[in-house]
């Protein structure tokens, strides 16, 4: 099977009159989610840009002047096929369709991803002609705002023309994944409470959290002992709806997109441990230190001013754990949100610690202003890593942004949505067992979702309430436990760093006419997967292969020599 050759349309001056009016173009995301899987692709910057050596082209935005419109149809009619995630209202009246952009709701995906519940997504492009009919009920539909909702459309619609096809999304998928994980606006004032009074994120200080858009009522569920917890990774399910489309369309077309496992062959799920060293009591970094090695863990230790002494912190990295930042900008504790002070505070733990980088960074109580200042910060530092992302209360731990991936963020409409160079690694939550917040229960939930999607089952422990709470290191005994059962490894942040860096500089180059993979560029110290969609009738009996995306995909395995001389 060839490899399809996938181009991804941004047009460059559509956005640049967005920009001008001020307007973010989360089309730009896309360009992330390809990246994190290594699907190679071609950016085009306007219509007329090698369309015609494309056989699929994903249209994130459309120029829709007479020419570019022409340039997009002629490419349908010969047999291209556009997987359309915009509104383009001109191209919708072309094929007869009306345009709305709606709100919120929740989208009942195809059944062959195994979602079990609907996504949540926050924006509609609909294009609608009359009342529903012949949609087909296998590639999903969406519903507004609950998940009982009134039917709004089909998930996919699609626009026969000559030869090829549109396939347009109804949901905006981009401005979903960035809205859940990163919000919709920046953060200048609190964010709604839970009616319940589980969660109070009204408590006069900004912070992550409070630029949250799941729902308090739809996106919660509860464990046997009564935890209220979010449950869905749904921004990590709207990415596997594109892949899903992706494939099939190539697939449909005798051809492939192979894609790249995310974590090294022999290692199927990944934990991350890290903890806040509030108060810098030493008794409690022994108690800590002590229950790490006897569980076999390694850690990141965040560490907020003044920090520990000198031979403390030599024994913390003596023992293979990672030194981190814990940026303190909570006004209660004479915190103050600048570039300035965020600059003082590292140089002061390098100084301390004897650290001539540090990867990792989480604010001190998720503390968070604006959109992308934290990202800006960390990148003119050389900080890798931000942890800030997790739930500050009891009531909203999970999956309170719809993530548990590495991702790198996007950056507002003043910075031209660009990627920020640091990867976010959020927590799902704190000090299980401790006497105010959750319990043991949402151990396995969380596990199970995390282990779906592939990526970091992320837990922060405080050595604090190691010292004082016994029931919290029993809870982090059960924890490591139940995590290593279910086939989990333990990474330090900086591990997770390093490894989802170096995997994406592997490029897959090709599919041979045996369906090998051709991959150039550095995976380091590692065995590298690669998955390759395949129609599920074919007899595949002597390859390795897994339904991933909801399709057949055979395993491929690389070394590290194979991909420097492949």
Known sequence: MRMAKIGLLLDEQA???????????????????????????????????????????IAGLLNESRQSLDGLLSFVEAGGTVIHLSDSPKLASWAGYKTESGGNGYGYTPKGLGHPKPLRFLKTNTWYKGAPSGWNAKSGFLVSGSPKGPVLSELWTVIHSGSGKIVHCQADIPYSIVGIQQGIEPIWKDGEPAPDGTAGIDDGQLKADDSFTLDWSFDRAETETGMNYFSEAHADKWREVLVHKLAEMALEKGLTVPFAGRWPEGIEHIATISH??????????????????????????????????????????QEGHELAFHYNALELENGLWSEKEFKRQLQDLKSKADLKTVYTNKNHY??????????????????????????????????????????????????????????ELGFLTQDLNHHALADTSVIDPFLEEVKRIGGVAHFLFHQLH??????????????????????FEFWTSKQIAIWERERRKMKIEGISDSGEPAVSGAVTGADTVIWVPVPKEAHWEKEAAEIRYGHLCLKKIFSHTQAQTS
Not at 25 to 52: C, M, W
Not at 278 to 287: G, K, M, P, R
Not at 466 to 487: G, H, I, N, W, Y
């Open 15 to 57: 956005a640049a009159d967005k920009w001008t009016k001020q307007e973010n173009v989360f089309a730009f995301y896309i360009r992330e989610v390809l990246d994190h899987l290594g699907i190679p692709y071609q950016v085009l910057s306007n219509q007329t840009d090698s369309l015609k050596e494309m056989d699929l082209l």
């Open 276 to 317: 806040d060293s509030d108060f810098n009591l030493e008794e409690s970094a022994d108690i800590t230190l002590s229950l790490l090695k006897e569980c076999e863990v390694h850690s990141t230790w965040c560490m907020i001013e003044p920090g520990y002494e000198r031979p403390l912190y030599e024994r913390i990295k």
């Open 366 to 423: 998720t503390r968070f202003e604006g959109w992308g200042e934290l990202f800006e910060w960390c990148e003119n530092e050389g900080i890798q890593v931000d942890q800030s992302r997790g739930p500050s209360k009891k009531g909203n731990i999970g999956f309170l942004f719809g993530t548990c991936l590495p991702y790198y963020p996007i950056a507002w409409h003043t910075e031209n949505n660009r990627q920020y160079n640091v990867l």
């Open 466 to 487: 190691f010292l004082e709470q016994p029931k919290v290191s029993e809870a982090f005994r059960k924890l490591v436990k139940t995590a290593r059962d279910r086939r």
